[in-house]
C-alpha cells in the first residue's frame, strides 16, 4: 500500500498558519506585503526537501523556529524531513503536537495516517484520516488515502476470515474477486 504524504506544492504561496487569530479575523491585506518574504522560506525549505538536501532544509527551518516557534507549515515540513530521515517516532511526536496545537489543519493528521499504515496500524490511520477529512471536506489526498486504508482494512479482515477457516471455498472466492477488481491496489498492500 501506498499513502501519500502531504506536501506543500512547489512555489505554494500562502499566509502563516501561526497566525490563526489574524487570518480568522481576515487581515488578508494587512499581510499580504509580509506573505512574500514568509512564502519565499516556505518555497526555499521545500525546495531543498524535493531536492533531499535535508541538512540545508532543517538548517532554514530551525532558523525560522527560532522567530516562531509555533509555525505549522514549517514544523510540518520538519516532520517531512524527520521522516525522510528514518526518524518516524520524532516525526509521530511533531505531527500529534501539531494535531493538539492546531486541531482544524488536515495535513498533520494525513502525515500521522502515513506513519500509521507504515506501521499496520489501520485503525488508527483509518481515525487520523477521518479526523482530516473532517478538517477539510475537499482534501483529496486524504480521501484517497482513506480508500487505501479502507482497502487494507478489508484485506486484513478478508485474511483474517481465511486463517480462521482455511477451507471455507466463500472467503477465498470473496477474497480472490475483491483482488481482481482491487488489483493493483490490493496486491501493493502488505498484509
Not at 514544523?75 to 505531527?95: D, N, P, V
Not at 480508500?147 to 478489508?154: M, Q, R
Request: overall charge positive.
Amino acid at each position: 500500500m501506498h499513502l501519500t504524504f502531504s506536501r506543500l506544492a512547489p512555489g505554494h504561496k500562502t499566509l502563516p498558519l501561526g497566525w490563526p487569530c489574524l487570518r480568522r479575523a481576515g487581515v488578508l491585506a494587512l499581510l499580504a506585503w509580509a506573505g512574500w518574504a514568509w512564502a519565499d522560506v516556505y518555497s526555499e525549505v521545500n525546495d531543498k526537501i524535493t531536492a533531499g538536501q535535508f541538512p540545508a532544509a532543517q538548517a532554514l527551518i530551525s532558523r525560522h523556529l527560532e522567530k516562531q516557534p509555533t509555525d505549522p507549515q514549517m514544523r510540518l515540513m520538519q516532520s517531512q524531513i524527520q521522516r525522510a530521515q528514518g526518524e518516524t517516532a520524532k516525526a509521530q511526536a511533531t505531527l500529534e503536537a501539531l494535531t493538539q496545537e492546531f486541531p482544524e489543519l488536515p495535513e498533520p493528521y494525513n502525515n500521522l495516517a502515513v506513519i500509521y499504515a507504515g506501521q499496520q496500524r489501520y485503525d488508527t490511520a483509518l481515525i487520523a484520516l477521518n479526523q482530516a477529512v473532517r478538517a477539510r471536506p475537499d482534501y483529496v489526498l486524504a480521501l484517497e488515502n482513506l480508500g487505501d486504508v479502507h482497502v487494507a482494512l478489508a484485506r486484513q479482515s478478508y485474511r483474517q476470515a481465511q486463517a480462521v477457516s482455511p477451507l471455507s471455498p466463500l472467503v477465498s472466492l470473496r477474497l480472490d474477486s475483491k483482488i481482481q477488481l482491487l488489483g493493483p491496489v490490493l496486491q501493493t498492500a502488505k498484509p
